[in-house]
């Protein structure tokens, strides 16, 4: 286990709809990272916050965005879904800059 | 932007086999990170290599820091079924900083290990 819960587990929805995923870190990690994970894209890094702030943004469409919130969970708001969004979602969180990445089991999204 | 090229692509040995794969860069990583991902989990922690020419064992892995800093390399001893899974090499990205975030990941090995 190590430590990242994200939640929903699974979650299937229509194209054009919107969703939240959700991310808590490890205790004590300031970091948070998310990443997606698609069959032909392989793992690609999305966006990083540290202690509520965007610290890095990565391959993110516009039409998703993040957040990490005071108690430094994050969220990940997906929108105006396509089919080719389907895939996993994971988050990732670290002590700071500097520190190895500890990821979560994801969410994978599959978009009908 | 930086990648990293891992091979082989997938694996079939048997139980008690040793293992080898390596991973590539066209571009100088500071660090090497080796994580293996099950089915249905994330990408677990393996091997933090920080040096060239860093050798460091964590049970019956070893992995290696090239010289040239272009490139790793993981081996596992004596294999076991558990061993099954992706392995992937990853490596901090430096364009725009030096953030551990902002990991470049191999494209993975899936292994799979027959009893």
């Known amino acids: 286990d190590s430590g990242v819960t994200q939640t929903p587990k699974h979650l299937i929805t229509a194209t054009g709809q919107r969703v939240t995923l959700r991310c808590s870190p490890r205790?004590?990690?300031?970091?948070v990272y998310w990443y997606q994970q698609s069959l032909d894209q392989g793992l690609q890094f999305l966006i990083q916050?540290?202690?509520?702030?965007?610290?890095a943004k990565g391959n993110i469409l516009e039409r998703f965005s993040a957040q990490q919130f005071p108690d430094l969970h994050s969220e990940l708001n997906l929108s105006s879904l396509e089919l080719g969004d389907s895939a996993l979602y994971f988050c990732?969180?670290?002590?700071?800059?500097?520190?190895?990445?500890?990821f979560g089991n994801g969410t994978r999204l599959t978009v009908t | 932007g930086q990648q990293l090229n891992q091979s082989p692509q997938s694996m079939f040995i048997q139980e008690g086999e040793d293992v080898s794969m390596n991973c590539t860069s066209s571009?100088?990583?500071?660090?090497w990170l080796w994580y293996k991902q099950d089915p249905g989990e994330g990408p677990v922690l393996l091997i933090a290599?920080?040096?060239?020419?860093e050798l460091t064992s964590n049970g019956r892995l070893t992995a290696q820091f090239g010289i040239t800093r272009k490139d790793s390399f993981l081996n596992i001893s004596a294999s076991i079924p558990s061993d099954v899974g992706i392995y992937f090499c990853?490596?901090?990205?430096?364009?725009?900083?030096?953030?551990?975030?902002?990991?470049?990941f191999g494209q993975g090995t899936i292994l799979t290990v027959h009893p």
């Open positions: 990732a969180s670290s002590v700071g800059v500097g520190s190895p990445l500890h």
């Open positions: 205790s004590g990690d300031l970091s």
């Open positions: 916050y540290y202690n509520g702030e965007e610290r």
């Open positions: 571009s100088i990583f500071n660090t």
């Open positions: 290599l920080y040096k060239a020419g």
């Open positions: 990853a490596g901090p990205q430096t364009a725009g900083g030096t953030s551990y975030g902002k990991l470049t």
